[in-house]
């Protein structure tokens, strides 16, 4: 099945970007999505992108997808103390078990 | 209008008791997913619903019984709860050829 695994922890300055990575295992997904938690709260969909893309902008984000090394990246430009929460990386297959395979989460902590 | 709804929101019991989870969805979708995440924060599927048929079922206690009466609704009974239950789940839905979730508020289970 499919591996999603990320880095636990992101400190960063407000006003400078942050770069959140994530890996997965499995070819056959073909969409990759961001997840952002806040605290006490859901789950807010952010951002996805098609696996025949390489990136995808939206305002302030930018998701890169290197598919031969099964890469995923968020970067957050101009973060923001309002950036800080738990962001999950998570891949959908294209057949057999569809259902979102999550990451352990970033936590991305901004300081002021 | 909520598009996923949980209830309750919050639920606090003691070991041994049975409960229940609601879910209810007003989008039209036919799959519907429960979700756990620990307190770590990991989130994993447990079940997944398509048109009232059970299609996931990952490897849960059988204490956990789904039951989906229509394809709007998906309850998750749990028997003789424990300490490890002890957890917020997540209800999701989403149209079987879509690739978007669209995810409840959470309900958050403390067992004592």
């Known amino acids: 099945g499919e591996d999603v695994e990320q880095s636990l922890f992101l400190s960063v300055r407000e006003g400078d970007s942050s770069v959140i990575n994530c890996t997965y295992t499995?070819?056959?997904?073909?969409?990759l999505y961001w997840y952002k938690q806040e605290p006490g709260a859901g789950l807010q969909l952010l951002t996805y992108?098609?696996?025949?893309?390489d990136m995808k902008q939206d305002q302030r984000l930018t998701v890169l997808l290197n598919k031969k090394d099964k890469h995923l990246s968020l970067r957050i430009a101009d973060t923001q103390t309002g950036d800080s929460a738990i962001y999950f990386c998570?891949?959908?297959?294209?057949?057999?078990?569809?259902?979102?395979?999550f990451g352990s989460g970033t936590r991305l902590q901004v300081q002021p | 209008d909520t598009a996923v709804s949980q209830t309750p929101k919050y639920l606090v019991t003691q070991m041994g008791n049975d409960k229940s989870i609601k879910c209810e969805q007003n989008?039209?979708?036919?799959?519907m997913y429960w979700y756990k995440q620990d307190s770590k924060k990991f989130l994993k599927i447990m079940f997944s619903?398509?048109?009232?048929?059970?299609?996931i079922n990952e490897t849960v206690p059988n204490r956990f019984s789904p039951k989906s009466p229509d394809k709007a609704h998906l309850n998750l009974h749990i028997n003789s709860l424990e300490l490890g239950d002890s957890a917020v789940y997540f209800c999701?839905?989403?149209?079987?050829?879509?690739?978007?979730?669209?995810f409840g508020a959470g309900s958050r289970l403390t067992v004592l």
């Open positions: 999701a839905s989403k149209d079987s050829g879509a690739n978007v979730l669209t």
């Open positions: 499995d070819s056959s997904s073909t969409y």
């Open positions: 992108i098609f696996s025949n893309m």
């Open positions: 998570a891949a959908l297959p294209d057949t057999g078990r569809r259902a979102l395979t």
């Open positions: 989008l039209g979708h036919d799959t």
């Open positions: 619903y398509n048109n009232k048929e059970l299609i």
